[in-house]
């Protein structure tokens, strides 16, 4: 999966200013620097290998009535509905090497940000240790290299050397919550217009000039396939794209928007995008699907931009392409970077490493200088040398279990609160977590994330959590669960709870290859065949699971992230829950809910359709 305005990109809705004012940078980077234990800030983990804990201080943020309202609002239907089930939040493991290379203390906020084997040799915060011999730094890369390709509208083998191929549009810092320029080196929302500034002097890998053309030429590209910012671009109709996405100089893009949204979800959306539109790679899909008369012949654009595969990319990031094999893609500095004066080193190689088990041996041989993320367990941490470090960074994310809709009997809530009951998530995050801390189990099953800094009962529920259903966060709480599976027509009998004779069966599907989450389901499977449903763990071939299982709807229960990866506001999460391709396709997800309401103010009967409320989040002002 590859970084752009679908995906990880999403930031938090907050007001950078508020929040910084209100919490302060030093503060809150000490409270996110650490792993998942709910330990306080500073307290040792059980390896050495694993960084400080972060603290359990609420995280005070000053958020607009009305949002507030329209966030508790889906967040208690999501806790009386339960269309996935929290289980855990995640912090990623990034590890970093320091004998040949400085680079920041593991607690450092400078590591906060998504990610730092990319962030930091760009500021040369990652840089080689003067009179080291070492002149490259070697990362891993899941695709064969020579089978790699870089355009990220294909999809298929975007392998990780764009992190220093390509300049991303904007820097996002997790530990201050603030945006800062870099390709984008300033903007601004007023009404319907974002107008954009592109950095000046800079150039493509092959000396062309970066101009806003190119910048505007990337934007327009994401939204004609399906990018988010389309929703609030051309969200009706393709065929405007060219009008309201603009250059209207050398260094300016302007966006027309159809009506007025936070400026921060804004934000979220271009901060993340990889400048990769490079006019003589992509304009002619550019001009193709400016200039297409009817939906046929977008379609066909579309369709060959989609399919275009580029192995030996033009790109505009610090490093350029050189070659790649069956072992291994090689950059070279591109020495007219704006960054190239701060980095002191010469090349960029990515090996081909297809197992998170290659890479923990690498990393355990030093045959690496770090990874972006790779989740290693204790056993594997304690194996590290004392040159490698590790550093804890939220994802705002984790391990859930989705419900096909489609399917009996987890189309009924009250097995799904049955199922709520019976599992003991602090459990399941030990066991996933596997010693590192680094798994954190749900509190409130809501669609909020923050388990790592207390901001949902602090912030997002305050006032209100005393309406919310824990379900058992360290316990089975059973009696609850067999209540509610009587008033579903269940009686238990010699152990197993059935119905009309036949047993309450739940396999439950997940990927095979990702070993933390298999051992999470193991346990949740554990937990409910005790209780006497039948339950069983049924992981698939990872490429089977994610390729044909799951996007088809062939699971009963499934294994998936619960939120919106790497974002920290709730609209992103909610959007992922209700009015995703995933929701609407995998998990056959019904459009309309019917919950208990919270606040008057904000609906006044039970019934409602959720995605309509998040879409009303999105121009709901701070």
Known sequence: MFDDDNGNGNRSLLSRRRFVRAMGATGLAAGLAGC?????????????????????????????SEALRKIQELAYVTNQTLPVLPLQEKLAQSFQTTDDWNVPSKSSPKNQLYWPTEWLPRSGAWSAVEGSDDDRLTMAQ??????????????????????????????????????????????????????????????????????????????KL????????????????KGTVSERVVATDET?????LVEPVNEEILLAYLQPKYLVAHGGTYGEFVTRLDEASSKEA?????????????????????????????????????????????????????????????????????????????????????????SV??????????????????????????????????????AVAKNSGAGTNSKIAVTYPSGLTGEFNGQIEGTWLEGVVEEFDTYGRGTAQTDQAAQLLRDAGYEKQNGTWQKNGEPLTLPIKGPAGFSDWVAGAETVVSQLKQFGIEAESRMKDTSTYWGKDYPNGNF???????????????????????????????????????????????????????????????????
Do not use: C
């Open 252 to 256: 300016t893009v302007e966006l027309s």
């Open 298 to 386: 977008r379609s066909s654009a579309l369709g060959d931009l989609t399919s275009k595969t580029v192995p030996e990319p033009v790109g505009s990031g610090p490093f350029q392409f050189e070659d790649a094999d069956t072992r291994r893609t090689l950059l070279t500095e591109y020495d007219d970077h704006p960054d190239a004066g701060t980095i002191n080193f010469a090349e960029m190689e990515y090996l081909y490493m297809p197992s998170n088990q290659k890479r923990w041996n690498a990393l355990i041989n030093e045959e690496t200088d770090g990874s972006a993320t790779l989740f290693m367990p204790a056993n594997k941490l304690r194996q590290l040398p004392d």
């Open 36 to 64: 998942g234990g709910r330990q306080s800030a500073g307290t040792s983990s059980p390896t050495s290998k694993t960084a400080g804990t972060p603290s359990e201080t609420a995280t005070p943020i000053d958020v607009d």
């Open 142 to 219: 899941w695709a064969v290299p020579q089978d790699s390709q870089y355009n990220p509208w294909n999809g298929k083998n975007f392998a990780e050397p764009r992190r220093m191929l390509f300049d991303r549009f904007m820097k996002y810092n997790l530990a201050t919550q603030e945006y800062s320029g870099y390709l984008i080196t300033d903007w601004s929302v007023d009404g319907t217009t974002v107008t954009l500034s592109v950095r000046e002097g800079q150039t493509w890998h092959n000396g062309d000039a970066v101009t806003a053309t190119d910048v505007a030429n990337q934007i």
């Open 556 to 622: 009963v229960v499934g294994l998936q992230g619960w939120a919106s990866y790497d974002q920290s506001h709730p609209y992103f999460h909610f959007k992922w829950l209700y009015d995703s391709w995933d929701a609407k396709n995998a998990w056959n997800l019904p459009s309309e809910f019917s919950a208990p309401v919270l606040h008057a103010e904000t609906r006044e009967q039970e019934s409602l359709e959720p995605a309509s409320l998040v879409s009303a989040l999105s121009t709901a002002s701070e």
């Open 389 to 426: 470090q590790v550093s804890l960074i939220p994802r705002h994310w984790g391990l859930g279990l989705v419900f096909n809709f489609d399917e009996s009997p987890v189309d009924d809530p009250r097995v799904r609160k049955a199922i709520a009951h019976v599992v003991n998530r602090e």
């Open 222 to 237: 994401d939204i004609y396939n399906g990018g988010s910012l389309g929703q609030f671009v051309a969200p009706d109709d």
